[in-house]
């Protein structure tokens, strides 16, 4: 499978839990806009009853989310899921989700959610990164 064959889902952080894939591996990109959300543990049990063997996490106080994410996972018994946090500019956290392959796998589906209060907001935001996506699949 090609890079530019791969499925790619954008969503807002609420859409997230609607998503049900059948495919494998399943990357998923987190973008937080608010600390934690208040349904923050139920997010990543959901993500972690998906397919995924890579969640990457950027946004506001992404480090601190990340080891969040690494408790709930450890509690699932979810060990094989690996996580990084991307304090770097959007077009190389980008670049790097599209671009990379963790695990030795090749991602079969790539999920990209902005997790934020505001639906507007989360909109604008998801539409930068699906943007920088698109240029960062042209970069080969």
């Not at 397919?51 to 946004?59: E, F, L």
Request: one cysteine or more; proline letters at 3%.
């Amino acid at each position: 499978m090609t890079r530019s064959s791969q499925n790619i889902i954008a969503c807002t952080g609420e859409a997230l839990f609607e998503i049900r894939v059948s495919v494998s591996p399943v990357f998923c990109w987190l973008y937080f806009q608010e600390k934690t959300p208040h349904n923050f543990e139920d997010l990543v049990k959901h993500v972690a009853s998906l397919p995924s063997t890579h969640i990457a996490v950027s946004g506001r106080n992404c480090a601190m989310i990340h080891d969040e994410i690494d408790d709930v996972l450890m509690e699932l018994g979810k060990s094989e899921i690996t996580t990084t946090w991307h304090e770097e500019p959007d077009d190389e956290a980008a670049w790097d989700f599209i671009n990379l392959d963790f695990n030795d796998n090749r991602a079969a589906c790539r999920i990209v959610a902005v997790i934020g209060r505001d639906l507007g907001q989360q909109l604008a935001k998801l539409s930068d990164l699906v943007q920088l996506c698109k240029t960062a699949l042209k970069s080969e």
